[in-house]
């Protein structure tokens, strides 16, 4: 590899970095980029449709979002959707019914009171009744006694391909500008400060740049501390599997959310990839992986977790709520070969309450990490994704649910910071006009 000096050098080709190669060459004069991934292909960890949920989150049937982080949430899934509808770009997004749903009385009273504070923002969100429940998804409503109700829409862009969305990024990003390289399989070992900017030493050489954005998911924390950023945080890596049946829902069917937990409820959603098998779950399990099933990641995992008087508050204060304990016991559960069907069959019949153990099958590979940060100084757990800002021409995103959600508008905020950095021009009248 020649060792050319970069404006911008970008960390990881997941949806995040795709998202802001794409931004920094359409909407800022930034002239020479090259992002660096270490896998041989793009979307290899989180961001492969395998790997999550496969939703574009909109802050409408998410119940533990407030007013506020839905509205932020909504804004950045709107800007997606434009951007990719624009260019006509097939097999990204897919249309479906969604909704939420309470079962009994205290969930259903919820979602009223929920539909009534939130109706002025999701003017398509309606709240319905047993039939009209069975009316959009009839194996929901099934044949229960319990009270039911449910916040829907009718049809939206709610299922994304990650993955292919990260390759239309990348593509675009090229097709616009001959100064962005792409370096596959070729992995960052660390970051240094130079008389200019920064070098990358990476397996295939050394990389210069005058800005270094960080999009390595989980890894991302490592490169902060080793560069004296970050100190204050832990990564709690929560690993999520799905379980796979026959798919008996026409869309996104979502459970209430617990306000104790950042990790998304278990749902029930086609599989975009596999339209004759829907998903079931995600799982919560606690992994000490910075990547899901990779061994050779325990040791930047132990690295960055940091076992001192924070990080153990921090889990007294976590583990405190009971709640939050039998949650967990469970979800350990689910990972435990001849119980799991049963115990899942069991929670998943809150949403299908025909489901049998037998219709279950336990998706091997499916499901990825969720690098959850603890503030260690503030004894307590990060909702949602977290970037954190040198000021010195290097920033880092750490990025859990819902990080894919947030790509376009969080490389929106960080080519912003960045052109500043370097003197370069952003347009935001362009960005407000396409996006
Ligand atoms: C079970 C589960 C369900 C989820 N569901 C949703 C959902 O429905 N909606 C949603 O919005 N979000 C969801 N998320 C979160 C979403 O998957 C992530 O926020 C998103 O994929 C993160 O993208 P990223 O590009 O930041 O990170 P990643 O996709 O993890 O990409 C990071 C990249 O950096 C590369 N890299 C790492 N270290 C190096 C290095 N040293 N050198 C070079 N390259 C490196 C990696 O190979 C990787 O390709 C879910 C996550 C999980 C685990």
Redesign the pocket.
């Known amino acids: 590899m020649a060792h050319p000096a970069y404006q911008v050098a970008i960390?990881?080709?997941?949806?995040?970095?795709a998202a802001l190669a794409y931004v920094l060459t359409r909407y800022t004069g930034v002239s020479s980029l090259v992002l660096?991934?270490?896998?041989h292909h793009?979307?290899?960890?989180?961001?492969a449709a395998s790997?999550?949920?496969?939703?574009?989150?909109y802050g409408d049937i998410e119940t533990n979002y407030s007013l506020k982080k839905a509205a932020e949430v909504k804004q950045a899934a709107d800007m997606l959707v434009r951007c990719v509808t624009s260019e006509a770009a097939e097999a990204i997004l897919h249309r479906m019914p969604k909704m939420v749903l309470g079962v009994g009385e205290v969930e259903c009273a919820a979602l009223r009171e929920r539909h009534g504070r939130f109706q002025a923002l999701y003017p398509d969100l309606h709240l319905l009744d047993r039939a009209g429940i069975a009316g959009v998804e009839p194996d929901v409503a099934g044949n229960r006694r319990e009270e039911l109700a449910a916040l829907a829409s009718p049809d939206s862009w709610c299922a994304v391909d990650?993955g292919r969305l990260t390759r239309f990024f990348l593509q675009r990003a090229q097709a616009q500008h001959g100064g962005l390289e792409v370096y596959l399989s070729?992995?960052?070992?660390d970051i240094a400060r130079t008389a200019e900017g920064y070098v990358l030493h990476t397996s295939r050489g050394a990389l210069y740049a005058q800005f270094v954005a960080v999009?390595?998911?989980?890894?991302s924390l490592g490169f902060a501390q080793n560069m004296g950023y970050g100190w204050q945080y832990s990564i709690l890596p929560v690993?999520?599997s799905f379980f796979h049946a026959r798919c008996r829902v026409r869309g996104k069917v979502y459970t209430v959310q617990s306000e104790h937990l950042p990790f998304?409820a278990l749902h029930a959603d086609p599989d975009i990839e596999h339209r004759q098998w829907m998903r079931l779950g995600?799982t919560a399990l606690l992994v000490p992986f910075l990547e899901r099933r990779r061994w050779a990641s325990v040791p930047g995992f132990l690295r960055t977790m940091r076992l001192d008087a924070g990080t153990f508050g921090t889990f007294a204060g976590i583990l405190g709520v009971a709640e939050i304990r039998r949650y967990m016991v469970r979800n350990l559960l689910y990972e435990i070969p001849l119980l799991r069907a049963a115990l899942f069959a069991q929670a998943a019949r809150k949403i299908l309450p025909a489901l049998r153990m037998a219709d279950l099958r336990y998706a091997r590979g499916v499901?990825?990490?969720?690098p959850q940060l603890i503030d260690r100084a503030a004894r307590r757990l990060v909702l949602g994704?977290a970037a954190i800002d040198s000021d010195e021409g290097l920033l880092f995103?750490i990025?859990?649910?819902?990080?894919?959600?947030?790509?376009l508008a969080n490389a929106i905020r960080d080519a912003r910071k960045i052109a500043g950095f370097l003197g370069c021009v952003f347009d935001g009248e362009k960005v407000n006009e396409t996006l």
């Open positions: 960390i990881g080709g997941g949806v995040s970095g660096v991934e270490k896998s793009p979307a290899a960890i989180n961001s790997q999550n949920s496969q939703t574009l989150h990650f070729c992995r960052v070992r999009c390595a998911g989980a890894h690993a999520g998304a995600p499901g990825g990490l969720r994704e995103n990025t859990p649910s819902p990080g894919a959600t947030m790509c």
